[in-house]
């Protein structure tokens, strides 16, 4: 579900490890591109998607799409299509898929956040769960029967 605190969370979390010393990176996957926001004192970053657009995938670099923010923790935004048009979970794919061709695991980090969208439309959106990207999930949700829902799906 959507406005429940997600991204608060997940850049609150990413904020006292990062405090604590630990290597943090945070990857926004929501097409809005507001993941990161907290973490970069309330600037919007280019997205991997909108940089790819501009550049092209081979001339791309790394030092390009990783933002520091607060506490040294690293920001990605993956970005995505306007509403109704494209395929954002493809975004997703893309944009990991560049990250991992840029040498973005050479920068060991102790923990990579993925804040992923809250109504998952499609399984594009899932690729950090289900791609072993991730060893652990978290999911952030109201008491509201549908956001419940969704998050059992």
Same mark, same amino acid.
């Given at each position: 579900k959507g406005g429940i605190g997600k991204s608060t969370i997940s850049a609150n979390i990413a904020a006292v490890l990062g405090r604590r010393g630990k290597k943090?990176? $945070?990857i926004g996957c929501d097409p809005k591109?507001? +993941?990161? #926001? *907290?973490? @970069?004192?309330?600037e919007r970053i280019t997205t991997v998607l909108d940089y790819l657009?501009?550049?092209?995938?081979? #001339?791309? !670099? *790394? +030092?390009d799409l990783v933002h520091e923010g607060? %506490?040294?923790?690293?920001c990605v935004e993956a970005g995505g299509p306007e509403p109704g048009v494209g395929c954002a979970g493809r975004g997703i794919l893309t944009?990991?898929? @560049? *990250?991992? #061709? *840029?040498?973005?695991? $050479?920068?060991n980090y102790d923990t990579i956040i993925y804040d992923v969208l809250g109504d998952?439309?499609?399984?594009? %959106? =899932?690729?950090? !769960?289900r791609r072993d990207y991730a060893k652990k999930v978290?999911?952030?949700? +109201?008491?509201? %029967?549908? =956001?419940?829902? =969704?998050?059992?799906?």
């Open positions: 943090v990176l $945070q591109h507001d +993941s990161t #926001r *907290l973490l @970069l004192h309330g657009k501009v550049t092209g995938p081979d #001339r791309c !670099i *790394l +030092s607060a %506490f040294g923790v690293h944009t990991f898929e @560049l *990250l991992e #061709r *840029l040498g973005i695991k $050479q920068n998952v439309v499609c399984g594009g %959106f =899932a690729v950090p !769960i978290y999911i952030v949700t +109201s008491g509201e %029967f549908m =956001a419940i829902y =969704a998050a059992n799906n």
